[in-house]
């Protein structure tokens, strides 16, 4: 207790600093930008330097480079796998390009950072088709419950093989991101 401070003086202060603490403050510009740089990286699962790596690569490519960078993002193989429903999460079709199970115009790629270009077709091995369990608990499973693939893909539900059509636009990506504040991060 402070000297000359009655008790109800204090004890109205410590209501105060714990309702402060209790605030969330306003966060910085800068906290803006990381925080959306943030949700990109873990969403697609990228680590910081791949993560400039494809930011390099939008900022040389004809576009709006945040546009351009999702664009990329979303072309990775992994999330390819993933949106044509041959995988229950990214990390699940990291995996299963990783064992070797998927392949891009019938040869196998091994690299989830993979970009596929327009026309490829991408698909599963026959090992993993043959494994039944993989088959009803996954590809089945996804393909029966009704989530749609994107407009820049196209599955074959028969054969289980995808085409990419074109390459995705920003009112292709579904999700809350600013991206500018991305750029102007990077920009500094």
Do not use: C
């Not at 402070?2 to 605030?23: F, P």
């Not at 930011?55 to 999702?70: D, R, S, T, Y």
């Not at 019938?106 to 091995?125: D, M, N």
């Not at 029966?144 to 390459?167: A, F, H, Q, S, T």
């Amino acid at each position: 207790m402070v000297k000359g401070s009655s008790v109800r003086e204090t004890e109205k202060s410590a209501r105060q600093d714990a309702n402060k603490a209790k605030q969330t403050r306003k966060l910085s510009e800068y906290g803006k930008q990381l925080v959306e740089k943030q949700k990109v990286k873990r969403m697609y699962g990228m680590r910081e330097k791949q993560f400039r790596r494809f930011f390099a690569m939008a900022i040389q490519k004809e576009g709006a480079p945040g546009e351009v960078l999702l664009s990329l993002a979303e072309r990775r193989l992994d999330n390819t796998v993933y949106r044509l429903k041959m995988a229950t999460s990214r990390a699940q079709a990291r995996q299963i390009i990783v064992h070797g199970h998927v392949r891009v115009n019938g040869k196998r790629v091994s690299s989830p950072s993979y970009i596929v270009s327009v026309g490829e077709e991408i698909s599963l091995t026959p090992t993993a088709l043959s494994k039944q369990d993989f088959l009803k608990t996954v590809v089945d499973k996804r393909l029966n419950i009704g989530i749609k693939v994107p407009e820049w893909l196209e599955l074959n539900k028969n054969d289980r093989k995808g085409r990419v059509l074109r390459e995705p636009v920003r009112s292709d990506i579904q999700i809350p991101i600013e991206e500018h504040l991305i750029v102007e991060l990077y920009s500094k």
